[in-house]
């Protein structure tokens, strides 16, 4: 893993991600490697040239160039971590993330997070103090063999889940969000009773036009060669990809009935890249 330090010329992103004006990443590059991260295949990422998941630029000036660039934007919500994670291992040693939610928190502004480490609750004070205005907090559950191919480096489902709930008991505004759906092998028997005190679950279904979706169909029938067939089908027969999710959102939609729990489920239209809607 390469860590570079380095200055940022603005850390504040006009973005069309509907869940902020502007997004901060305090990081280029993501030490969890998801094969799945939509980020793999962005311009600026393409121009690296390294494999993603082997480098971190970390964006030491970040802070300071937020104190002053709050001054003149003044942005109601900003969106953190939509091209890295803001809790990967190095935050831990370079405490950038935290130094952001400390600005942010002073300048009164509100702030939505994406996120799958249960390292966030090293900063469960700051996101206490009332301008954290919603977590999407990824949580997922495939057998291990899958995990260990699909998501390499994340922290463990279990330790996620546990985190989800932690914030739920504090009182911290967090949905558990379930993504990427994969099927036939996500696991998603008892979804909702993992998370008593969620209003509900939410689930992004995979995105079929990823750059990289050969590859990912290739490794997934390492470990399954008869998930091959399936995965090829949805990939070119429309009819067949709207049948599959559509039993999907039938199951789901059972389990909240008997749950008594909310559900919102984003399924990626046919041909669609990426439409960057949450709600
Ligand atoms: S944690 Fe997020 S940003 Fe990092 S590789 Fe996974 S999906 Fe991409």
Redo the contacts with the bound molecule.
Sequence with gaps: MEINQVKISRILNPTSIDLGEYVINPFMG?????L?????SNRVVARKNKP??EYLDVRANAPELLEKELVNKKPKTVLL?S???CF?PQEGKFKISRRILEILNRHKTNYVI????PAILDCLDLLKEGFCRQIYF?VNDYPREFKERI?PK?PGFILRDQAVNKLLEEDVPVIPYFSPVLPWISELSGVFAKFPRAKGVEFECLNFRLANIGQIIEIIALVEPALKVKYTKMLVDEKFYHQVWSEFKKYIANQAKSAGKEHNIYVHGWGDYFKNTYR
């Design positions: 993501c030490e969890f490697a998801c799945f991260c939509y980020v793999r993603w998941g971590g091209t890295t994670e990967q994406l996120t799958r480490s990824s998501e994340s």
